[in-house]
């Protein structure tokens, strides 16, 4: 019950992954009930492959074993454990773990596997069989987070029925998925049976990834501070346990002083240190006597041995014979692993022509590689070998010329193409490098999109920009052409869609929006057209600017007309009231709203607000809301929130469930929190940690401590609210600011800081003036009123017509909410100057108005105001 998580960090060669195994193979013999399962990253493909390492220990967990088995790259013993588990790790998958069938493993095989053990797994067989497969494509962004929090959940309930070893290698190449997965595990490992034991290269990790701290980095400090120091270098140059370690591995008699000469050659690096004592032995540096005991040669000579490892792998490889040397080269364009059978179409080879080279004298003679797996795509055979180490691979690689490799990474491309058809997408990203690197930037192009398709289908979000943006790099190598046009279009379209999700297309640094609607309208695409137009219109929501939000729903229009399709009509007429909404023009939005409702209610329209809200009703009942609340008719307001949250409860639209709840949140503001109102909702979530979304947990923040006035020391919530506009700030998020500003301005006046929120508020007006956001006018006028009453007695005539000017624009607005609050402001105002009755009258003539609502804060304060006057 005591989980915890071990980090091995070492340079290339210093032998982590030789300790791990070691490691690893003594902990099987030492526990019968262990689990143990190893995740690779890779160098070429590890950054936009996402979640891999865990992917292949999920394999690994449900019983996809047999090719590893079958090269001897794990025990029999441990491969019947795991087929074993099989019906109880498929039974927790289905319990906890539902989403990450079809996305992180995949459900066929997995029956096939379940089907093959023999074991009584009938029921369980059958219940996967009626499970829903999450299918992707869904671009949520909190599909990611839901994936970490079940996979966490599988591995604790698996490991109270069997203890779990998790090997994660080269940690420095993973996606930045994989880490945060890792991130979120470690904070659950307590009380869980489960030993993480990870491996780094120290080097790769002090270097920033694009232009930012390594994610490992965050990884490893946040162990560090749960658990302590859990690292273990094997970089120590002061350590001579490491190769008298090697060097102890057979029987010897070497001296003291032989193994300190061994050590100061090898610097402790096992790699190194493994070869360097082969050559030894042949070269008669080191001689066995009959018993197998070894001990100083006659022959030993320090001098005439390399000094760089860089020197021993090569002296190693220019002693093979040519015919296997070139087949280690080619193999070596692949990558660290290989496939056989791709590797014999590149040298016109049969494959079982190959198999005695490489696994007879490459693998067991020369020890330079080793079979990782064999399985099948169809009815053909894939046999995935790997180098002993990647230095082997990374030297072979380096003796090719630019001419040589190009022409072998095309026919290493067009091999894996056939190897792996009808399903070649699944080797996106390798056929995206590899076609790069031969030139073919349309072919690269194609399946980094694909790739990209399949990372945000996934919900990993930030590895699908990367991948759709090494795309469009590639765009200038193009020929200017309609193919490139249409080309360019598909990347701007996912990289839009990304954007948003990860709360970048706020500032649009890459200028992706303006491109979008320009491409958009040189191909002809209207759907993709009015598409970029909702992008705008949501970038310049956010920004706070509704004139030129009117301004594009004018041009949306021209195109929702000239359709016939109804969704981008229905989508063209919730922009428009939602537009009218914030310009001022709330029984206006209202009306529209309540069409689109009618609407929506007879026919199912998908899609219809962009491509990330599924569920468009919740979204239209939750803003009818904000319309209600100011008209004077917020109990019905608060019946579309609650009808909002039922609407959901049977939806998997987490997206659409954020905009109800911030329309929730900013109705409770409206309304100075209804009955049920904020306080009891769940907090809401967004993914963050990514440019955009300090904006989203700013507004979350900043209502939240508003709406608890009633309980909160002033001073409290001033810093409160203070922090949250620096969280909005920073994420580009203006809409509705001039109403934050003037709340914000009401709570500095209740702390004695009243003239800074005076400038405050009278920054709040002239940016209504500027953008035309005017949803909130009336209020921000009362504020103000309120401040300047506050500030001097002198100031009191400028109060009363801060408080007028409220009561005028609420009445012009139709926002019976707001006139009432002003009206009230005046009220007590001219109590105060002897003006009772003529206060009272004001009052009561627009308290007699409502219908509703007598519960909420402001008629309850209007009443006991109106009782107070006589």
Known sequence: GQGSAVFLEGEAGTGKTSLARAFLNRALDDHKDLIAATGFSDPHTGLGDPHRPFREILRVLTGDVEAQ?????????????????????????????????????PPEALAARLAATGLKSEKVGERLAQAPIQQGGDPDGRKQAA???????????????????????????ADSGSLDLLFQLGRRLEGSRILVLGLYRPSDVAIDRDGKR????????????????????????????????????????????????????????GLFATELLRELKEKGGVSTDESGVSKEG????????????????????????????????????????????AIAQVLDREPHQLIQPLSGELEKQHHLVWLHGVHRVGDRRISVYRFRHILFQEFLYGQLDGAERAYLHERTARALEDLHQPRSNSQALQLARHFQEAGLTGESISYLLSAGHQARASGAFEQSLTLTRQARALLPGLPDSEEKDRTELEILTSLSVDAWILGLAIRDPDGILSRLREVSSIVGDEDR??????????????LGEPNRCREIVDEMEGLAAASRKPNRQMAWKVWRAFNALNRGYPAEALVSLQEISSELESKIHRDILAPWIRCPLPFIHSLKALALGPLGR?????????????????????TCT????????????????????????????????????????????FVRGYCSEEHGDPHTRAATLEDAIRLMDAGDWLAWRPYFGALQASVLGEIGRAEEGLEIVDGSLDRIEATGERFHEADVNRVRGEIL??????????????????????????????????????ARLLERSGRAKEGRRELSRCYKWFTEGFDFPDLKEARALLAELG
Not at 71 to 86: C, K, N, P, Q
Not at 149 to 159: A, I, K
Not at 244 to 257: E, K, Q, R, V
Not at 529 to 542: G, I, K, V, Y
Request: hydrophobic share 35%.
């Open 658 to 701: 954020l905009y109800v709840r911030l329309h929730d949140h900013l109705f409770s503001c409206l309304c100075r929190t209804a009955p049920g109102g904020v306080e009891k909702r769940p907090e809401p979530t967004r993914p963050h940690g990514e440019p955009g979304h300090e904006g989203w947990r700013g507004v979350f923040q």
């Open 529 to 542: 057209l009015f598409w970029a137009l909702e992008c705008e219109f949501s970038r310049h929501h956010f």
């Open 298 to 341: 006659p022959n030993l000579d320090w001098t005439l041995l390399p000094t760089r490892i860089e020197a021993v792998i090569e002296e190693r490889t220019s002693r093979l014979p040519g015919r296997l040397l070139r087949l280690l080269q080619v193999a070596s364009v692949e990558g660290e692993y290989f496939t056989l059978e």
């Open 789 to 826: 009453g506050s500030v001097s007695t002198s100031r009191v005539d400028e109060a009363e017509d801060a408080f007028r000017r409220a009561v005028s624009i609420g009445r012009d607005q139709k926002a019976k909410l707001f006139e009432l609050r002003a009206t009230v402001s005046l």
């Open 147 to 173: 994936l970490f929090e079940q996979y966490g959940q599988v591995v604790r309930q698996l490991s109270r029925v069997r203890p779990l070893l998790l090997v994660l290698e080269d940690l420095q190449w």
């Open 214 to 269: 390594h994610p490992l980095q965050k990884v490893l400090n946040e162990f560090r501070g749960k658990s302590g120091d859990l690292r273990v270098s094997l970089d120590d140059p002061r350590d001579r346990s490491f190769t008298d370690a090697i060097l102890d591995s057979h029987p010897n008699i070497f001296s003291d002083s032989f193994r300190k000469a061994f050590f100061e050659r090898t610097q402790g690096n």
């Open 634 to 654: 917020p109990a019905e307001g608060h019946g579309c929130i609650e009808e909002s949250y039922q609407l959901l409860e049977n939806q998997h639209d987490p």
């Open 69 to 105: 088995w079958m090269a001897g790259s794990i025990t029999t013993d441990l491969a019947r454990r795991l087929w074993g588990l099989l019906p109880k790790t498929t039974e927790t998958l289905l319990d906890v773990g539902p989403d990450l069938l079809g996305v992180l493993i």
